[in-house]
């Protein structure tokens, strides 16, 4: 059955990406670009401790500011495709297309619901490395007010556009690409590509109840 990574080990993951991607692309793109990205940070914060202020952070209204300032910097068709693996170029465009639309769907979903929980979380930045040429990692630390914490590794490349983008999630040194991998392949390799994309629409659907 296709299920969600373990949401326990990845509180707080979007809440430490805007933390990190401030210095993460001054390394590469100028400070130009890292000034929006600041700003861009800055504003979820702000959104978020101002809902969680007002007793009016739920799913939805953090699903709006996941939609409004994360998703444009994360990679999903990337994300799909390396979770798609071997499958990926023996899947029809149309099917690949709603595949990616609907991941894109269940990951906003699900991490609304995470981030509706918000609290306070501290993030520190522990480590920032190229890894290849285009490639590079950004570690951070997420405590919770229990000082309980978990690290995690965000990976981001660079795509034809000259941008980065968050192109996989490694918490405690477990990859979100690899564990949907293995859950995708299951999925085609029972039935086809089309029930996949039928399972991530539903999964979506539920997950923003």
């Known amino acids: 059955m296709l299920?969600?990574?373990?949401?326990?080990?990845?509180?707080?993951?979007?809440?430490?990406?805007?933390?990190?991607?401030?210095?993460?692309?001054?390394?590469?793109?100028?400070?130009?670009i890292a000034d929006k990205l600041v700003k861009r940070s800055n504003t979820i914060i702000a959104e978020l401790g101002l809902l969680n202020a007002n007793d009016s952070l739920t799913a939805?209204?953090?699903?709006?500011?996941?939609?409004?300032?994360?998703?444009?910097?994360?990679?999903?068709?990337?994300?799909?495709?390396?979770?798609?693996?071997?499958?990926?170029?023996?899947?029809?465009?149309?099917?690949?297309?709603?595949?990616?639309?609907n991941f894109q769907a269940l990951l906003e979903n699900t991490y609304a619901k995470v981030l509706a929980q918000y609290s306070g979380q501290q993030v520190e930045l522990?480590?920032?490395?190229?890894?290849?040429?285009?490639?590079?990692?950004?570690?951070?630390?997420?405590?919770?007010?229990?000082?309980?914490?978990?690290?995690?590794?965000?990976?981001?490349?660079?795509?034809?556009?000259?941008?980065?983008r968050i192109t996989d999630i490694k918490v405690e040194g477990i990859s979100m690409v690899a564990n949907y991998r293995r859950q995708f392949s299951a999925v085609i390799a029972k039935n086809d590509a089309a029930e996949l994309a039928r399972k991530l629409r539903v999964m979506a659907a539920a997950k923003i109840k």
């Open 3 to 32: 299920q969600a990574i373990s949401f326990k080990r990845i509180v707080g993951w979007l809440m430490a990406v805007t933390v990190a991607l401030p210095l993460a692309a001054q390394a590469d793109s100028g400070q130009k």
């Open 60 to 101: 939805q209204a953090a699903l709006d500011v996941i939609q409004e300032h994360m998703s444009p910097i994360i990679d999903f068709s990337a994300l799909t495709r390396k979770a798609m693996g071997k499958h990926w170029r023996r899947t029809a465009q149309p099917v690949r297309e709603e595949i990616v639309t």
């Open 126 to 164: 522990i480590d920032n490395k190229a890894v290849t040429p285009g490639v590079f990692s950004v570690v951070v630390k997420v405590t919770d007010k229990r000082n309980k914490a978990v690290e995690i590794d965000y990976i981001f490349s660079r795509n034809d556009d000259d941008e980065y």
